[in-house]
């Protein structure tokens, strides 16, 4: 069977196809097959003194990750790139020497396994699935890719606008009105003279406050510390007016102001990092603090939003809508009975998937690949540890 198989797939790829194919367990042969041929693809491409370097994307989620970086390295035959399920990580992590996490947790236990491993990074910029200090006993590198230069945070703060204006006009009652027929309804509101606070001040809110000015919008934003002078530069693609913070935001405060800044705003957008200080923030006191009827927002991580304090003012009518592209479990449940709410619109982890930030964070962990393979300092990468 594995000889039949190997025929009908001469090419590169397609051995590589096939390794994903079976159990880690049944799989060393085909590792090792697979390097002899790729072994003969070096020495016909003059880089024979140098092994296979083996890149790992975890589980089966956000394809266009894997899939755009093979596009990217298909000219580079000594790179092999893998996706493997979820289960199977901690088995065969040892073969890799750098890893992509996405959504995979990496406890102590893995990254033992990771004999190898030179790099751990994510495709994008949350880090809260990996055990850094094990990684760091370990001797592995940490790093993610900088939002801002890569289109991340232009994908995210786009994508919140859409839930904000989709919670506005009522997206899915205008479904029910075409459905059935019905014209002149649902009355849906503006952007336009709303109040937004953004809750974590970080990349994608910079973006965010950019494109909520022509909007005719109020920004107000809290950051755990603010430079005394204020003069942090924005994005080099989204530059402010004079290329200062304060001309995008109307009033800033800090994290013990978070309850205030709720208390005065119409829509409330989540754009901080999960850790240890952040889960669950917005809890039953924040949403109580917030104003009856305002809309809560997520872009960044499900783990953000208490779901039992957001499903229980959903009900109570206090909290006027959820507009979320994460959740907190992951992949989505079809039957949370948070769907059962008109106004909830749920989108699928999707807020920074779009063909131009994947193109683009393909092409880092490609240059990344690459110069692991030639031993040559990593660039384009923010290292954590």
């Known amino acids: 069977m ?102 995979m947790r990496f406890d102590s236990n893995v990254l033992a396994r990771a004999k190898q491993m030179k790099l751990i990074m994510q495709f994008g910029v949350g880090l809260e699935g990996v055990d ?27 994508m919140a606008i859409y839930l904000m204006l989709g919670l506005l006009r009522k997206q899915n009652e205008m479904q029910i009105s075409v459905k059935q027929k019905r014209l002149g309804e649902p009355i849906g509101d503006t952007l336009f003279g709303k109040t937004v606070f ?40 989204f530059p402010s007016q004079n290329g200062v913070i304060d001309d995008l935001i109307d009033k800033k405060g800090i994290h013990g102001d978070i309850y205030e800044f709720a208390s005065n705003a119409d829509i409330v957008v989540c754009c901080l990092s999960l850790n240890k200080e952040t889960v669950g923030i917005v809890n039953k006191s924040f949403i109580s603090s917030m104003k009856k009827g305002a809309l809560l927002v997520n872009v960044a991580r499900g783990g953000l939003l208490d779901y039992e304090a957001v499903v229980h003012h959903l009900e109570s009518g206090h ?29 699928p982890h999707v807020a920074g998937v779009t063909e131009h930030s994947y193109r683009f964070m393909a092409k880092v962990v490609g240059d990344v690949a690459l110069q692991l393979h030639a031993g040559n300092p990593f660039t384009g990468i923010e290292l954590v540890n």
Request: glycine fraction near 8%; hydrophobic fraction near 35%; proline fraction near 7%.
């Open 132 to 158: 850094i200090d094990a990684a760091t006993k370990n001797g592995i590198k940490v790093a993610r890719i900088p939002g801002d230069a890569t289109g991340n945070a232009a994908s995210c703060a786009e």
């Open 2 to 103: 594995l000889v039949s198989c190997f025929k009908r797939r001469t090419t590169l790829a397609g051995a590589k196809n096939l390794v994903l194919g079976l159990t880690c367990f049944s799989s060393s042969l085909l590792h090792r097959s697979f390097a002899g041929m790729s072994s003969m693809v070096e020495r016909n491409n003059g880089d024979s003194d140098k092994p296979i370097t083996r890149v790992l994307f975890c589980g089966p989620h956000f394809p266009a990750s894997q899939n755009y970086t093979r596009e990217y390295l298909e000219k580079y035959p000594f790179i092999q790139v893998d996706e493997l399920p979820l289960k199977q990580v901690p088995d065969c992590i040892g073969n890799y020497d750098l890893c992509v996490v996405k959504n």
């Open 319 to 347: 909290l006027g809508g959820l507009g979320t592209d994460v959740a907190w479990r992951e992949p989505f449940d079809p039957d949370d009975p948070i769907l059962k709410f008109k106004n909830v619109i749920l989108t």
């Open 198 to 237: 953004i809750l974590g001040f970080g990349n994608i809110g910079i973006d965010l406050a950019k494109r909520l000015k022509p909007f005719g919008v109020k920004v107000i934003a809290t950051k755990r510390s603010w430079p005394s002078n204020s003069e942090i530069l924005t994005p080099k693609d």
